[in-house]
């Protein structure tokens, strides 16, 4: 790696400490409201889009993702941030939902954490081409360094399919239909090694800020130990 390379990943930590800061809950978040004045939003999670899934030119028709998404700090309330940033068209999601997983890497949810996630007070979204688009907040107990599911029903096609590449994470696919809200994994019987469309969560809590960092595919993870989180 070159000594500018170096020194540029040095300073987009630095930036990351500042640009990273979190920022109040806005006074129209219904859902969920922080609990104390120091509680607010910030990122636990996140992913830029990369690319798109190849051999993919009509997408996830009338097919479930689950993506595996491990946290760093934990909240009283969650959002999830969604991408359609590299997609040619608008692709629409008939159900988004969020769990806590039942146990490291696997698709099962714990009972009674499966949540719905609404787009202005709606249960479906269309993302335009280009676009990304922000959940309203819930109200759900995410633990710190633990793994969230992030299930996506799309019905139909939609074109090119906007994935982080480089996870290192083992996510799931269901066969056909819409398996979002199901706690079972039973459904998901496929496995990937990426992340579509999911690209950030935030979670109401107490944590002073969030690091971001830039650099070269080593930075991503590449080729560091499946599932062990050493991103």
Known sequence: MSYSLRKLQTVAIGLGLVLGMSSPASATDQDAQPTAAQDHWVGTWSASASGTVPNLPTGYSDRTVRNVVHTSVGGSGVRVWLSNALGTVAVRMD??????????????????????LAFGGAPSVTIPAGGKVLSDPIPLAVPEDGDLLVSVYTPTSSGPVTYHQVANQTSYLSRNGDH????????????????????????????????????????????????????
């Open 95 to 116: 159900a988004v939902t969020i769990a806590v997983a039942d146990a490291p890497d696997a698709p099962e949810a714990v009972a009674g954490t499966m949540r719905a």
């Open 180 to 231: 979002a809200a199901d706690e079972s994994g039973s459904a998901f019987t496929e496995t990937i090694g990426f992340w579509p469309y999911v690209s950030g969560v935030d979670v109401l809590g107490q944590a002073e800020c969030a690091v971001v960092t830039l650099g070269d595919s080593i930075t991503d993870g590449n080729n560091s130990t499946r599932n062990a989180n050493h991103r």
